[in-house]
C-alpha cells in the first residue's frame, strides 16, 4: 500500500496563477482533509471530507475550493494565488468505523511569488 | 471552536533526560488527544493518542496523561535519543461532533545534544 499520496511535491507560482493540488489514498478511508502548515502556526485545517460526496470548510477555508472526486481523490485548488499562501500542504486521512487516526501524505511545498 | 496552546516552543535537553510538553484545550467536549511527531522535511506521524475516559497512557519511552477537569494534557519523553529531535504537535477533536476534525497546538521543537 502506499497510503496517502500527493501530487506535486514543490510548485512555484505566479500571483494569480491557479493550480490543483492532487490527493489519493489506497487505504478505503472514508474521511479526508486538506491542511496547511507555516512555521510557528502548527497544522490548520483548510477543508475536509467527512465522507464521498460531501465537503466542509475548516480553519482556513478562503482562497481555496476542493472536490472530493472519488472515494479515493480529494484534490485542492488555487483559482488565483496569493503570497500569503505560501505554505507546505498536507494531504491526510481517516477510517471514520475504525481508529481515530489519521495518516498524512508527505506534503506540496508551494511558493506564490 | 476548539483552541489548543502548547508550550514550549522550543525544548532542549541532554540525551537520557526527560522531556516534557504541555498542552491546554477550551472544548470541554473533546474526547481525543493524540500527539504526532515530524522530522524535518518528513509529514506528521501519529506516536501517542489518548482518549478521554482514560487518565494515563504509556508506550515504552513515551506516555501521555489528561487531566479533564483542567483541560490541559501532557507528553512525557523519558530516557532522551538523538533520534527524538523532531517537532511535536498535540491536537484535540470533539470527534463524534466535527467527523474527526483536529485542532492542532503551534508545536514544540526539541532538539536532543549528545
Known amino acids: 500500500n502506499a497510503g496517502v499520496t500527493q501530487t506535486p511535491k514543490f510548485q512555484v507560482l505566479k500571483t494569480g496563477q491557479s493550480m490543483t493540488l492532487q490527493c489519493a489514498q489506497d487505504?478505503?478511508?472514508?474521511?479526508m482533509y486538506w491542511y496547511r502548515q507555516d512555521p510557528g502556526m502548527g497544522l490548520r485545517l483548510i477543508y475536509y471530507?467527512?465522507?464521498?460526496?460531501?465537503?466542509d470548510k475548516g480553519e482556513v477555508p478562503n482562497g481555496y475550493n476542493v472536490s472530493r472526486l472519488n472515494k479515493r481523490e480529494f484534490s485542492l485548488r488555487l483559482e488565483s494565488a496569493a503570497p500569503s499562501q505560501t505554505s507546505v500542504y498536507f494531504c491526510?486521512?481517516?477510517?471514520?468505523?475504525?481508529?481515530?487516526?489519521?495518516?498524512f501524505g508527505p506534503g506540496t511545498r508551494l511558493t506564490v511569488t | 471552536g476548539e483552541n489548543v496552546e502548547q508550550h514550549p516552543s522550543t525544548l532542549s535537553v541532554q540525551e537520557g533526560d526527560s522531556a516534557v510538553i504541555k498542552c491546554t484545550y477550551s472544548d470541554s467536549a473533546s474526547n481525543y488527544f493524540p500527539w504526532y511527531k515530524q522530522e524535518l522535511g518528513k509529514r506528521p506521524q501519529l506516536i501517542i493518542d489518548i482518549r478521554s475516559n482514560v487518565g494515563e497512557k504509556k508506550d515504552q519511552r513515551i506516555a501521555v496523561t489528561l487531566n479533564k477537569t483542567a483541560k490541559h494534557f501532557s507528553l512525557h519523553i523519558t530516557e532522551t535519543q538523538p533520534e527524538d529531535s523532531a517537532v511535536y504537535f498535540c491536537?484535540?477533536?470533539?470527534?463524534?461532533?466535527?467527523?474527526?476534525?483536529?485542532?492542532f497546538g503551534a508545536g514544540t521543537q526539541v532538539v536532543v545534544t549528545p
Open positions: 491536537a484535540a477533536s470533539t470527534d463524534r461532533r466535527s467527523w474527526g476534525k483536529l485542532q
Open positions: 471530507s467527512a465522507s464521498e460526496g460531501t465537503t
Open positions: 491526510a486521512s481517516k477510517d471514520r468505523k475504525q481508529t481515530y487516526e489519521q495518516y
Open positions: 487505504m478505503n478511508h472514508n474521511s
